[in-house]
T-cell receptor, first 115, second 113 residues
Framework: GNSVTQMEGPVTLSEEAFLTINCTYT??????LFWYVQYPGEGLQLLLK?????DKGSNKGFEATYRKETTSFHLEKGSVQVSDSAVYFC??????????????FGEGTQLTVNP | DSGVTQTPKHLITATGQRVTLRCSPR?????VYWYQQSLDQGLQFLIQ???????AKGNILERFSAQQFPDLHSELNLSSLELGDSALYFC????????????FGPGTRLTVL
């Protein structure tokens, strides 16, 4: 079945540091890929998405590129802020396998940014 | 605010009991999804309904059931509760059946004692 593997956390950075959170996936077909963010006490919010190979998703300074050859979708940001502290989830959507849709999530990576 | 509402926010109950979690999707959304977030299992898809019909099923236990009503709100029923059912239960909604974007509610935290 489909699966998503994220780099182990937690990750602690200083403000303005460069962020990379690794994500690799296993899927049949051509899934869409997502990064969701969960702030403390809240539900998940879509951060960015990519629907086909070589697509780059971007939002709020975060970027991720859909790499089919390495089955990866790593999240990057050039300069993190304290307000970026949250849990980040990589996910895929296997629209092709069933008549519905579902998200398969990675384990989540806790990011803490210190001033 | 995603526009998805869930009630109650917190629920504390005992083993063996039955509870019902409620979700109202965003206005105009026809699909509702349920997810379970626990420390040992992570975030797992349970079930999807589209316009009242079940569309996709994940790792949902037989003790759990769900339905979507004509007004499109959904309920997740959990019965014969066990300690391991303690988790955060999220509802999400989307416009269509095959959605690239799901909007998540704030979750219901279930504690089974």
């Amino acid at each position: 079945g489909n699966s998503v593997t994220q780099m182990e956390g937690p990750v602690t950075l200083s403000e303005e540091a460069f962020l990379t959170i690794n994500c690799t996936y296993t899927a049949t077909g051509y899934p869409s890929l997502f990064w969701y963010v969960q702030y403390p006490g809240e539900g998940l919010q879509l951060l960015l998405k990519a629907t086909k190979a070589d697509d780059k998703g971007s939002n709020k300074g975060f970027e991720a590129t859909y790499r089919k050859e390495t089955t990866s979708f790593h999240l990057e940001k050039g300069s993190v802020q304290v307000s970026d502290s949250a849990v980040y989830f990589c996910a895929l959507s296997d629209l092709g396998e069933t008549s519905g849709s579902r998200l398969t999530f990675g384990e989540g990576t806790q990011l803490t940014v210190n001033p | 605010d995603s526009g998805v509402t869930q009630t109650p926010k917190h629920l504390i109950t005992a083993t063996g009991q039955r509870v019902t979690l409620r979700c109202s999707p965003r206005s105009g959304d026809l699909s509702v999804y349920w997810y379970q977030q626990s420390l040992d299992q992570g975030l797992q898809f349970l079930i999807q309904y589209y316009n009242g019909e079940e569309r996709a099923k994940g790792n949902i236990l037989e003790r759990f059931s769900a339905q979507q009503f004509p007004d499109l709100h959904s309920e997740l029923n959990l019965s014969s509760l066990e300690l391991g059912d303690s988790a955060l239960y999220f509802c999400a909604s989307s416009v269509g059946q095959l959605a690239l974007r799901q909007f998540f509610g704030p979750g219901t935290r279930l504690t089974v004692l």
